[in-house]
């Protein structure tokens, strides 16, 4: 009796993980259950489930300080000094596996384990306890009520990622390593939150699809599993509780509804639609290669519309002419802010390089109505689309505008850049930002700099 029940949680933690137990709990008897929640990546899969639980808990914790103030002072900063060097591996790995754009959400972890705020607080927690794990429980936690107060989702997402630094700092604490979870082949990972530590962690390319309870299609996990082309579904309610390790669930990335269970019915309607997909794609893919072009010889020029280094492979993969629509955004969104003009200048150059002598249109900033970035002075605004953004918005911003310009006219020496400026609404405003490009291009010339005289200019209105 005691051994059985010394034996329960290890079990009840096995199963929650997705390891399948012999004396696990019965197959459901209910039959396509459904939920719901916000599409985050298009696209249908059907696989196992794999909960994957959070790397830890910090509500629930066990922890026994060591009685001495300054020893738990010290094992403090020495856990954050370790979490901040596992970063930099991360951070390496990661831009090698995926691109900089990847690798720059980390960074932003790190800037957090650097902030002054951050570490006062910390050690003020600290000598106020006793206790290094209570600190980072508490500070934490402040920090994610700041946050969930804010309405904004773009910016009340941002406090995931101080939980995020402080599970890090946790798991150091307590000597807990992270390592790469082992997965069945097109698993439906379960979790909590997607976060950008698990496209670390698991094995992607046995990701079949994501399916998290909390989070929004603007948050980074959201970004990296459109990028990779992963079916995902954020805001489940009651995912983790009601999912069970190991059943079939269907994930429909597209409107967002997942069902558990599914009866022979529906299997067999969604894979008909998985099938029709297939076919379709395969039929495209075969004819990647061909121009494309109508009956009666019209020429169309088929390109793409990418938003992250990585997706360079997908144009490859399906034959795109070039890339029609380069959304820098997704940097700035990646940065929280406004990029360093040299990270912009080495990606745009990258791209243009990658693609040449195909041509790459790089579209400037389209930020503000739901693509919200800090520090920009963004106001409320009833209609935000139509509001400050896009142009309107970084000619506020002219030292911004200008940096930007400078990174994409510099790439421009490489041939094939044309430049498209997004949401003109006005001759006003299209004069306005030619006046800025051509400050621009006398400020390359009088410092030596290369670039295209000749850069096509387009305007989205």
Do not use: W
Not at 372 to 378: E, S
């Amino acid at each position: 009796e005691t051994a059985a029940r010394t034996q329960a949680p290890l079990l009840d933690e096995l199963a929650r993980a997705g390891m399948p137990l012999a004396d696990a709990e019965p197959p459901r008897q209910e039959r396509n259950v459904a939920l719901r929640g916000t599409s985050a990546s298009t696209g249908i899969a059907i696989g196992p489930v794999y909960l994957l639980e959070d790397p830890l808990d910090l509500s629930r914790v066990e922890y026994t300080p060591s009685g001495d103030p300054a020893k738990e002072r010290s094992d403090l900063l020495r856990s954050l000094a370790e979490a901040r060097r596992e970063l930099d591996d991360v951070i390496e790995e990661v831009g090698e596996n995926f691109g900089p754009e990847f690798a720059s959400v980390f960074n932003t972890h790190v800037q957090i384990l650097e902030d002054n705020g951050f570490l006062q607080r910390l050690e003020r927690a600290v000598a106020e306890t006793g206790d290094a794990c209570q600190s980072v429980r508490t500070v934490v936690d402040d920090y994610r009520k700041l946050f969930s107060r804010i309405e904004d989702p773009y910016f009340r997402e941002r406090g995931d990622d101080v939980e995020d630094v402080g599970r890090r700092v946790m798991a150091k604490l307590l000597g807990v390593r992270h390592r790469n979870v082992p997965l069945a082949p097109g698993s439906v990972v379960v979790t909590s939150m997607i976060l950008p530590a698990h496209f670390t962690m698991l094995e992607m390319d046995k990701v079949a699809a994501i399916v998290a309870e909390h989070g929004g299609s603007t948050s980074h996990g959201a970004i990296f599993a459109r990028t990779l082309e992963i079916p995902s579904v954020t805001g489940v309610e009651g995912a983790m509780r009601l999912a069970r390790p190991g059943e079939t669930a269907i994930v429909d990335g597209t409107s967002g509804r997942i069902y558990l269970a599914p009866d022979d019915a529906l299997l067999a309607e969604y894979r008909r639609a998985q099938q029709r997909f297939a076919i379709v794609a395969e039929h495209l893919d075969g004819l990647r290669l061909r121009p494309a072009e109508t009956r009666d010889g019209r020429r169309v020029v088929l390109s793409a519309n990418v938003g992250l280094l990585a997706d360079l492979r997908l144009v490859e993969r399906h034959g795109a002419e070039g890339i029609g629509l380069f959304r820098t955004e997704l940097l700035a969104l990646a940065h929280r802010g406004a990029p360093p003009e040299d990270e912009q200048e080495i990606l745009y150059e990258r791209v243009a390089h990658a693609m040449a002598p195909r041509p790459v249109t790089i579209r400037t900033l389209d930020l503000g109505g739901d693509k919200a970035v800090p520090n920009l002075g963004l106001e409320v605004e009833e209609n935000p689309q139509l509001g400050c953004r896009s142009v309107r918005l970084t000619m506020r911003h002219e030292e911004l505008m200008r940096a930007q310009l400078r990174a994409i006219l510099r790439a421009s020496a490489v041939g094939n850049v044309r430049l498209l400026l997004p949401m003109i609404s006005s001759l006003d405003e299209l004069r306005e930002v030619k006046r800025l490009l051509a400050a621009t291009q006398d400020e390359l010339a009088r410092r030596g700099f290369a670039y295209d005289e000749e850069i096509p200019v387009g305007i989205m209105i």
